[in-house]
């Protein structure tokens, strides 16, 4: 059968970055047909979208209304779209990402040879700012930590993972486990999807995917924070046990070896005892040889993760960043029970936190 893919794009309030978004997937030849599911952009968005109607014929825009009830709206987006779709593989992809030229075909073609029902990437990331380029490198380190691609690709393994910038998946076995309707209330709608499509024996195919696909997560400090708020604390299993223990590990082992670094340093240059000075000397110089060695091997696994090596210079305040980042996560789902995100509260109360109902709607 040959294959036709159904691209399907949820937006909402993503006029800076839709135009691109939806030329690169036209660009690629086997997309039958561009759904892009307009859940209620204020931005420009839909008119946007009009204009590229007669430029892209393969495209069509659904507007979709508030998700109901026990829906997160990302998952009701989605689902709203695969309904529509006539494709026997429906790419997920969010309106930010960049897809390289030819980049849809490669990735069909390892996820034949991988024999995968479900393939997705962790694309290259576009970093403008220090603080994107502090954050995000440490961040993808660290999942990449909890979440192991060769676990996750592991057919014997239960660890499941996927990032909904980009995700192709069989038609039939979307359909068979229930599609997103099967994880409708769920604020991490990707890794749940890889769950549910593993538990039911399907194979998952999780990788870097630098050389083909890119996006900009961030475009504000705020949304960075209020983003990874959203998620950091579902991504460590709704565990504060392992929360704090991330938080711990961290910081002993990026943030605390620049502090005594500086300290052993400051006294070593103005104490007046000659055997105390040389002790904190000693002491100093211990701790600088640790910030060079886990520099040394964050480059390197930044390099593996598809990152310039050179943003381990940002490896003391992206760590320190993060740590806090982690930490607010679990508040905010564990006590204050709610999250916010594209203009909705999400509740975060129901047992284990890791579902979500929408409030409101639109703000």
Not at 77 to 104: I, M, Q, Y
Not at 284 to 307: D, E, N
């Amino acid at each position: 059968m040959e294959d036709r893919v159904s691209a399907l794009i949820p937006a909402r309030n993503e006029a800076a970055s839709i135009a691109r978004t939806v030329r690169s997937v036209a660009a690629q030849s086997e997309v039958a047909e561009i759904i892009v599911i307009d859940d209620h952009s204020e931005d420009g968005t839909a008119g946007i979208l009009e204009s590229l109607r007669e430029e892209i014929p393969r495209l069509r825009t659904l507007h979709v209304g508030d998700p109901p009830p026990g829906w997160a709206g990302k998952a009701h987006a989605l689902a709203s779209g695969a309904r529509e779709a006539t494709g026997n593989w429906l790419l997920f992809t969010d309106a930010d990402t960049n897809h390289l030229p030819d980049s849809l075909s490669a990735v069909l073609q390892r996820a034949y040879r991988e024999r995968a029902d479900l393939i997705s990437l962790s694309p290259a990331q576009e970093m403008e700012t220090w603080w994107e380029r502090a954050v995000i490198p440490f961040a993808f380190f660290e999942l990449a930590r909890r979440f192991r691609f060769s676990q996750i690709n592991d057919p014997k393994s239960k660890a499941a993972a996927a990032n909904g910038q980009f995700i192709l998946i069989r038609r039939a076995v979307y359909e068979s486990v229930g599609g997103h309707d099967a994880v409708r209330s769920e604020i991490l709608e990707d890794v749940a999807l890889a769950r549910i499509v593993k538990q039911a024996g399907r194979r998952i195919f999780f990788m870097p995917g630098a050389g083909w696909v890119s996006t900009r997560m961030y475009r504000s400090f705020g949304e960075m924070w209020a983003g990874w708020r959203k998620n950091l604390y579902l991504l460590w299993g709704s565990s504060p046990l392992a929360v704090l223990a991330a938080f711990a590990r961290i910081w002993f082992l990026n943030v605390a070896p620049p502090i005594g670094c500086v300290a052993g340093l400051i006294l070593a240059l103005t104490l007046s005892v000659p055997a105390e000075r040389a002790q904190f000397a000693v002491l100093g110089l211990a701790f600088l040889s640790a910030v060079a060695m886990g520099r040394y091997f964050y480059s390197k696994a930044l390099r593996w993760l598809g990152f310039a090596p050179d943003l381990a210079n940002y490896l003391i305040p992206g760590s320190a960043l993060f740590s806090f980042m982690l930490v607010d996560s679990m508040v905010a789902h564990r006590w204050l029970g709610s999250v916010s995100w594209k203009g909705r509260e999400y509740s975060t109360n129901r047992p284990g936190g890791t579902a979500s109902t929408p409030g409101s709607g639109r703000r």
